[in-house]
């Protein structure tokens, strides 16, 4: 069983920058042959894919809301992925999951990932 654990979250304001990491453990070898990806949750709301990652990096997605701000990158030999969250808003505020998949066709979806990290708090202040 994989272990998905993420870290660099934290209180900041707008317009400043975070990194989050995941780091991964176990057997289920996520970064030598699944797809990543990072999902947040606000208070009240739906848990949203903000982006995701194909195993070699070549495939990419970002929702909308965040293209151009943030990017997102993998280390597959540090089982690490990451998130670069650029121009933070008050609007990214939000719990930040890391998740692991075998992969997506066309558009990734949450059915598409079945190992999550716990999750770690981002609060943008105005």
């Known amino acids: 069983q994989e272990q998905l654990v993420e870290s660099g979250g934290g209180l900041v304001q707008a317009g400043d920058s975070l990194r989050l990491s995941c780091v991964a453990s176990?057997?289920?070898?996520?970064?030598?042959?699944?797809?990543m990806g990072w999902f947040r949750q606000a208070p009240g709301q739906e848990r949203d894919l903000v982006a995701a990652?194909?195993?070699?990096?070549?495939?990419?997605y970002y929702v909308d809301s965040v293209k151009g701000r943030f990017t997102i990158s993998r280390d597959n030999e540090k089982n690490t992925m990451y998130l670069q969250m650029n121009s933070l808003k008050p609007e990214d505020t939000a719990i930040y999951y890391c998740?692991?998949?075998?992969?997506?066709?066309?558009?990734?979806?949450?059915?598409?990932?079945?190992?999550w990290g716990q999750g770690i708090q981002v609060t943008v202040s105005s």
């Open positions: 176990g057997s289920g070898r996520t970064f030598g042959s699944a797809a």
């Open positions: 990652i194909s195993w070699s990096g070549y495939s990419t």
């Open positions: 998740a692991g998949g075998a992969g997506w066709g066309g558009r990734p979806m949450v059915g598409d990932f079945d190992s």
